[in-house]
């Protein structure tokens, strides 16, 4: 029984300890950051989507306003993802609300950050370094993993047209 109960404890224990060496978080001001990372792409791809989940611990509402990756992407925007009929459609938005006391999760098929320009593929266990900015929180730099290719749930077989610069 007690060798039963040792081995539990350390597979929880090892659980824990790899789960805090692949997570990477952080906190600017009352905003918490939680697993920035993308997906990788395929050779000639000139897009990837971006990933992560935002908590305003604050009072007062605050947006995400911009963001930058230079070392892969030529720009970085903030785009949603919604269904009209058959087609899946991508418009730029110029920033993500974060209310106060709430989580909101940048995630594919949704809001999600849009890599554009990029200057080699994505490739699973890269990092490269992104800039975040908060419109009253600041600016902070993020180090994005690129995590194995995983279709999204309930992602749609239909076709996408991206139109930038459309809000």
Do not use: W
């Amino acid at each position: 029984m007690k060798r039963t109960f040792r081995r539990a404890a350390c597979a929880a224990l090892l659980l824990i300890v790899q789960r805090g060496a692949i997570a990477h978080d952080y906190a600017l001001g009352p905003i918490a950051i939680e697993h920035p990372h993308a997906r990788p792409t395929a050779p000639a791809q000139p897009t990837g989507g971006g990933y992560l989940a935002l908590t305003n611990r604050g009072a007062s509402v605050d947006r995400l306003v911009s963001a930058s990756a230079p070392s892969v992407a030529q720009r970085v925007e903030l785009h949603t993802m919604r269904m009209e009929g058959d087609v899946m459609r991508m418009r730029e938005v110029g920033g993500v609300d974060l209310p106060p006391g709430r989580k909101v999760t940048l995630e594919p098929g949704g809001v999600h950050l849009m890599l554009l320009g990029l200057k080699a593929p994505l490739v699973a266990g890269q990092r490269f370094p992104m800039s975040l900015t908060f419109e009253k929180a600041g600016r902070i730099d993020v180090d994005v993993t690129v995590d194995a290719a995983t279709a999204p749930a309930g992602a749609p077989a239909a076709s996408m047209e991206h139109r930038p610069g459309m809000h």
